[in-house]
Nanobody, 124 residues
């Protein structure tokens, strides 16, 4: 199983980026998928999740209304559309997948499979 995150880069505050996560050896439609991020010197934190059953979405309060997670089953891809970016959104973003129970959906331990991360830098 391999997850590959891409789409990071440098953007000015207020701008947008779209992150993509593709998988080999795993079908996203069978898993709960999520994005986490880790800023320098900080713990990895939950950003957003797309639940396997029912397609419910969950967001961290800091990104709700600005970020949108979606899943494209035909392309086996998970997307994170990020709008109105702020300098505090600067981090390495990781995609993850797992057979995640609801109580663990916002925690790293809920996911068995991880991508390598893509860097997002938001300048002020």
């Amino acid at each position: 199983v391999q997850l590959q995150a891409s789409g990071g880069g440098l953007v000015q505050a207020g701008g947008s980026l779209r992150l993509s996560c593709t998988a080999s050896g795993l079908s996203f439609s069978s898993y709960t998928v999520a994005w986490f991020r880790q800023a320098p010197g900080q713990e990895r934190e939950f950003v957003a999740a797309f639940r396997r059953n029912g397609g419910f979405t969950y967001y961290a309060g800091s990104v709700e209304s600005r970020f949108t997670i979606s899943r494209d089953n035909a392309r086996n891809t998970v997307l994170l559309q990020m709008n109105s970016l702020k300098p505090e959104d600067t981090a390495v973003y990781y995609c993850a997948a797992g057979n995640t129970i609801l109580s663990s959906i916002r925690t790293s331990r809920g996911y068995a499979h991880w991508g390598q991360g893509t860097l997002v830098t938001v300048s002020s």
